[in-house]
Nanobody
Framework: QVQLVESGGGLVQPGGSLRLSCAAS????????MGWHRQAPGKQRELVAT???????NYADSVKGRFTISRDNAKNTIYLQMNSLKPEDTAVYYC????????????WGQGTQVTVSS
């Protein structure tokens, strides 16, 4: 199994910044794509950003130019730098990993709350 532990959420004012981290551990043979999703109250979970092992990156249109995803393969860790935060970014942010243990499967973290409010 793979454990994903997120950190870095919290309360921030509009226009502020936060940095989320997600560390993967466990019986990992390989980690492929990792990413962040979010779920706001009353809404479906949506993709925020993903990053592959080769560094290929995808962002949701709503966060392009404001959020930056990065990855440290040596630490099995990804980061999400969130700038110019808006109230509509308020959600629980979940880390996701596509990993082999050795069989390939998808894993999710427990989520971290991000609240953007004045």
């Amino acid at each position: 199994q793979v454990q994903l532990v997120e950190s870095g959420g919290g309360l921030v004012q509009p226009g502020g910044s936060l940095r989320l981290s997600c560390a993967a551990s466990g019986r990992i043979v390989s980690i492929y794509t990792m990413g962040w999703h979010r779920q706001a109250p009353g809404k479906q979970r949506e993709l925020v950003a993903t990053i592959g092992t080769g560094g290929n990156i995808n962002y949701a249109d709503s966060v392009k130019g404001r959020f930056t995803i990065s990855r440290d393969n040596a630490k099995n860790t990804i980061y999400l730098q969130m700038n110019s935060l808006k109230p509509e970014d308020t959600a629980v942010y979940y880390c996701h990993a596509d990993a082999a243990t050795p069989f390939r499967n998808s894993f999710w973290g427990q989520g971290t709350q991000v609240t953007v409010s004045s």
